[in-house]
């Protein structure tokens, strides 16, 4: 089975902190996302990456960076967190030969910046 | 109008019930996904489908292209199916890659 390890599963910092969500997966995937989960609103795609170094915008880039120097980790990064940042966030990875291929999800960072 | 809606938004149903969870949505797509997160966060996907009916296990999922609309089945439900589930489309336009959400329906199966 696939598996998509998110490195913390909760976490607190303070605004304007320096935030690292770390996430790794052990299929040998191209893709990789970060998406984040709010009440309502459902998930939304942050930043993605289909290959080392390559990285796309999603929907709701503002106030985030990512990083892919090796294939299995994709790093999501708060440069200053802010309280509207407070939410879940969600890795996914999927494979790119098939066009519709299925995610795999890690468990989930639930984040809250005070 | 978001482009997939997801209807009910909440569904409370007792063991043994079938339960039917409705999707529909506004693009032309190429596949569409149920997901499911159980609390504590982690999801699972459950379907892919582009057409048709699949089924696994007492899960079942529909697909109407024309109506632009699925369906999620779950027949004989029991208290380990209470979950948040998600539908989920890849539409034509844009890359492969990237998937648009419903907000996900919450489902509370009681004894």
């Known amino acids: 089975d696939v598996k998509v390890t998110q490195s913390s599963r909760y976490l607190v910092k303070r605004t304007g902190e320096k935030v690292f969500l770390e996430c790794v997966q052990d299929?040998?995937?191209?893709?990789m996302f970060w998406y984040r989960q709010d009440p309502g609103l459902g998930l939304r795609l942050i930043y993605f990456?289909?290959?080392?170094?390559?990285?796309e915008k999603g929907d709701i880039p503002e106030g985030y960076s990512v990083s892919r120097e090796k294939k299995e980790r994709f790093s999501l990064i708060l440069e200053s967190a802010s309280t509207n940042q407070t939410s879940m966030y969600l890795c996914?990875?999927?494979?790119?030969?098939?066009?519709?291929?299925?995610?795999?999800f890690g468990n989930g960072t639930r984040l809250t910046v005070t | 109008k978001n482009e997939v809606e997801q209807s009910p938004q909440n569904l409370t149903a007792q063991e043994g019930e079938f339960i039917t969870i409705n999707c529909s949505y506004s693009?032309?797509?190429?596949?569409l996904h149920w997901l499911q997160q159980h609390p504590g966060g982690g999801i699972v996907s459950l379907f892919m489908?582009?057409?048709g009916k699949k089924k696994h296990g007492r899960l079942i999922a529909t697909i109407n292209i024309q109506e632009k609309h699925s369906s999620l089945h779950i027949t004989a439900s029991h208290p380990r199916d209470s979950a948040v589930y998600i539908c989920?489309?890849?539409?034509?336009?844009?890359?492969?890659?990237?998937?648009?959400f419903g907000t996900g329906t919450r489902l509370q199966v009681t004894l």
């Open positions: 996914a990875s999927s494979t790119q030969g098939v066009y519709n291929s299925p995610l795999h």
């Open positions: 299929m040998d995937h191209e893709n």
């Open positions: 990456s289909y290959d080392v170094k390559m990285k």
């Open positions: 693009v032309g797509i190429s596949a």
């Open positions: 489908l582009s057409s």
């Open positions: 989920a489309v890849r539409p034509y336009t844009g890359t492969a890659s990237k998937l648009t």
